[in-house]
């Protein structure tokens, strides 16, 4: 698996938000998002190296984090992302992947519907967070089929990339969707840093009544650290 870096942060969007964990940062992706904040993944860098599953695990023992955030670039189109996405729960991490929304995650060997997991199974300790791509992004026509994110199981999240008052009611349509087929994930709605102003998507949430594990989020990394700083 090329790897692009393994370190010890916090995260800084979604469910784990401030809590300690370890990222491993993939190299390669399928989309080239304009807004993409991680664009020195696109390629392989001279910093860059293949790691074996065993390797990462260990590195991630190392470190010592029960949380991991396993992200790139995009994570599931490596050929051993499901052996380490496995192994890594195995080991009794708690692993989030931030996938981009135009890979299916459903067909995955560690993705179970909510039914089928067991508390405190293997399986529960896995979890997706996947992001849809707004217009911002320019990725939009890549994106899986709503009835695809509408199989995100209750522990999931499901992002929203905002850059407009065009990419908010397409969240709120794709919500919409997701809801009235049964899906309870969590909703997750951030600004293009820089582009939209976090007030804006408050006032977005307020006039449509999004509620139910529904919230705004900003990128804490970016108000900790520079906002250009890697390894945070």
Not at 35 to 55: G, L, N
Not at 163 to 170: A, F, I, R, V
Not at 177 to 194: A, D, Q, T
């Amino acid at each position: 698996m090329l790897i692009s870096e393994i370190f010890s942060s916090i995260d800084g969007e979604a469910k784990r938000a401030g809590e300690l964990a370890t990222f491993v940062r993939t190299i390669g992706c399928n989309l080239k998002c304009e807004y993409c904040d991680s664009k020195y993944t696109w390629i392989k860098e001279p910093t860059s190296k293949e790691m074996t599953v065993a390797e990462i695990v260990k590195e991630c023992k190392k470190l010592g984090n029960h949380n991991i955030t396993f992200t790139g670039g995009e994570p599931l189109i490596q050929k051993d992302a499901d052996e380490l996405i496995m192994r890594l729960a195995e080991e009794g991490f708690d692993v989030s992947i931030e996938t981009n929304g135009a890979v299916d995650f459903t067909t995955r060997p560690w993705f179970k519907p909510d039914g089928e997991v067991e508390y405190d199974s293997l399986f529960s300790h896995i979890w997706v967070c996947a992001d849809y791509k707004g217009y911002a992004s320019d990725m939009t026509s890549y994106m899986l089929s709503f009835s695809k994110f509408a199989q995100l199981r209750s522990n999931d999240v499901l992002k929203f990339v905002v850059g407009s008052q065009e990419d908010l009611e397409l969240a709120f349509e794709v919500t919409k969707y997701i809801r009235e087929h049964g899906c309870n994930c969590y909703v997750y709605l951030s600004p293009v840093f820089e582009q939209i102003k976090p007030v804006e998507i408050v006032d977005f949430m307020k006039e449509h009544n999004m509620q139910g594990k529904i919230r705004v989020q900003l990128q804490l990394h970016k108000i900790i650290w520079d906002p250009q700083l890697r390894g945070v």
